[in-house]
C-alpha cells in the first residue's frame, strides 16, 4: 500500500465525511437501523454515534487498516458491542440470514465490484430485512453529469476508487432490491458530488 493510501486518504477520507451536512443526513437516518446490524464501509466510524437504542449488535466491516484504527475509539463508546470485520463487501465474511439491517453511506461509490457486493448483501440479510442506504451519484441534470463523466477516471484514483456517476438506484434494482422509500436530491457541496440517493430497500419478491 503506498503512502498516500495508508497515511494521506485515510485522513482526507475522515475530514470530508464530517462535514455538518453529510452529519444531519446520518442523523436523519442512521437511527432507523436496529437489531443486528452491519455496516458496509464504516470507515472511520462517523455513524457510530448515531445509532439508535435498538440496535443489538454491529458488525463493522471496513477493509483499510487506517480506517479501522481510526474507527476503535468511537467504536468502544457505543451503547452495544462492535464487530469490526476486516474484509470487502465482495466477500462478507458472515454466514447467510444473519443481519436485520445492512448500512452503507457513502460507500457504494467506491466498491470494485458491486454487483458482487450486493449479491453478498442478498446472501447475508434475512428475508426480513432491510437495506438503509445514503450515497451520492449519478445527477439527473446532463451539465452535472457531464462533469461526473469527465471528473471520475481521475476522481477515482485519488479518492480510493470512489465513482461519482454510479446509478445508485439502478444498481440496488439491479442487485435484487425494492424501494421501500427512495429519496433523491442535492445537498449543499460541489454539485458533481452532491447529489444524494436515500432511503430503504428490501429483498425484492
Not at 444531519?24 to 458496509?40: C, D, K, S, T, Y
Not at 470487502?88 to 467506491?110: F, G, K, R, Y
Not at 453478498?120 to 439527473?140: D, I, K, S, T, W
Amino acid at each position: 500500500m503506498s503512502f498516500y493510501r495508508r497515511h494521506i486518504l485515510p485522513l482526507l477520507t475522515h475530514l470530508a465525511m464530517s462535514d455538518r451536512v453529510i452529519a444531519a443526513e446520518r442523523a436523519r437516518w442512521i437511527p432507523l437501523a436496529a437489531g443486528v446490524v452491519l455496516e458496509i464501509g464504516v470507515g472511520s466510524g462517523l455513524n457510530v454515534p448515531f445509532y439508535g437504542p435498538g440496535v443489538g449488535r454491529l458488525y463493522a466491516l471496513e477493509p483499510s487498516d487506517p480506517l479501522r484504527r481510526m474507527a476503535g475509539p468511537r467504536a468502544s463508546r457505543a451503547r452495544f458491542p462492535v464487530e469490526f470485520l476486516a474484509a470487502s463487501a465482495e466477500a462478507i465474511p458472515l454466514p447467510a440470514d444473519s443481519v436485520e439491517w445492512v448500512v452503507t453511506t457513502w460507500t457504494l461509490c467506491s466498491i470494485g465490484q458491486p454487483s458482487l457486493a450486493l449479491r453478498e448483501l442478498q446472501r447475508v440479510l434475512r428475508p426480513e430485512g432491510r437495506v438503509l442506504f445514503v450515497e451520492h451519484g449519478r445527477a439527473p441534470d446532463l451539465g452535472v453529469l457531464k462533469w461526473q463523466d469527465r471528473l471520475t477516471p481521475i476522481w477515482r484514483r485519488c479518492a480510493g476508487g470512489c465513482h461519482l456517476n454510479r446509478p445508485i438506484d439502478r444498481l440496488l434494482e439491479a442487485g435484487g432490491f425494492a424501494f421501500e422509500r427512495l429519496e433523491r436530491g442535492y445537498i449543499r457541496g460541489p454539485r458533481f458530488g452532491a447529489y444524494l440517493y436515500r432511503g430503504i430497500a428490501r429483498k425484492a419478491a
